[in-house]
């Protein structure tokens, strides 16, 4: 019980910590404030649990886990378990186009929306540019495509992450590429 | 406390191979419905199981067993229902990323490369368009006509992504 309280302590100085964090940040990596913040929140963990009593100072006995290393443990796997799904619900909430058209959705109200101007949401001039607008830059400066006479030519970092997404996809029987 | 962690471990793998034949023999249109239908029963079979099993498992050694049974009870279940969101997720991740299909297209294409317009082509508006018809599908989205609008669902939905997009600030591009 000691691990899943001080888990519950840095998971919530970790939300804290990246909504002031992505605040202040400029860049375009906003994956490194959350990492950031994981890395502060496990030493949060890991020295709060090595400083205080296994009691907490007010836990019942029968409510102390016996092996000290299994509390521990099991506190770092539910603090990385959240950490993803927190990460992953930011993320989505933030870019993902179906949340986009959500959100463009929710602010018109009654109206609705067309098909086109659903599509023209994530674009300016050419529908679809707010997608290449943030993918793109990353993936070059990533090393994974490279810019070459007008068009993007795959590199081997890239390949391999597309060798194993094909892998997922197979894994879960998804569709592979557009055909 | 290893008893419940044990049994959500057990069990999620369990789970992970039984969706994996479901999405390979039935391959279900609406994926995520298909999860907790076939995850839904694994719930009281933990608690079940929890029940029904002795507190070391017939193997754990005794410093692992002692802690209140209802911890143990609880905190496993709390794992299982996180190890089952993050398959889901993980899912999630390989069914829909934007970037993997990008580079799938790319180290399909003739020498491993496309134009900004043949990119669009084939990850731009077609994803667009292929998340409206999943959020009509998964009922976020109602067609009236030639125009979409939002259900009660997709109003939450909006609302919550609405509201995070004002506390935190991940730039969209």
């Known amino acids: ?179 | 406390m290893l008893k419940g962690l044990l049994l959500s471990w057990m069990l999620i793998t369990v789970w992970v191979v039984v969706q994996s034949v479901v999405l390979h023999v039935a391959a279900p249109r609406k994926t995520f419905n298909s999860m907790l239908t076939w995850f839904a029963p694994t719930l009281p079979l933990y608690l079940l199981l929890y029940y029904i099993t002795p507190a070391d498992l017939g193997f754990l050694l005794s410093e692992y067993v002692g802690v209140d049974w209802r911890i143990g009870l609880g905190n496993g279940l709390v794992v299982y229902l996180l190890l089952f969101l993050t398959v889901g997720l993980f899912y999630s991740h390989a069914d829909r990323s934007i970037t993997i299909r990008l580079l799938i297209e790319l180290a399909r294409a003739p020498e491993q490369r496309l134009t900004l317009s043949e990119m669009r082509a084939m990850c731009g508006v077609a994803v667009l368009q292929d998340r409206l018809g999943i959020m009509v599908r998964n009922g976020f989205l109602a067609a009236r006509g030639d125009r979409f609008v939002l259900t009660p669902k997709g109003w939450i939905a909006g609302t919550v992504g609405l509201v995070a997009r004002r506390i935190l600030r991940i730039k969209a591009f």
């Open chain 1, 1 to 179: 019980m000691k691990g899943l309280l001080l888990a519950s302590l840095a998971l919530g100085l970790l939300v804290v910590g990246t909504v002031i964090g992505l605040r202040f940040y400029r860049g375009g990596k906003e994956f490194k404030v959350f990492l950031g913040a994981l890395v502060g929140a496990i030493g949060v963990y890991a020295g709060t649990f090595w400083l205080l009593p296994a009691d907490l100072r007010f836990l019942p006995t029968s409510w102390q886990e016996t092996s000290p290393a299994v509390d521990f443990w099991n506190g770092l796997l539910v603090l990385g378990l959240v950490f993803h799904g927190y990460w992953t619900f930011c993320y989505f909430a933030c870019v993902s186009p179906s949340m986009g058209a959500l959100v463009a959705l929710r602010l018109k109200g009654r109206e609705g929306t067309s098909a086109d101007e659903a599509v023209a949401i994530h674009g300016s001039d050419t529908p679809a540019d707010l997608i290449f607008q943030r993918r793109l830059p990353k993936l070059l400066q990533g090393g994974y495509v490279k810019e070459e006479a007008g068009a993007y030519r795959l590199l081997a970092r890239g390949e391999r992450v597309a060798a194993f997404g094909s892998f997922l996809k197979r894994l879960i029987n998804a569709r592979i590429g557009a055909q």
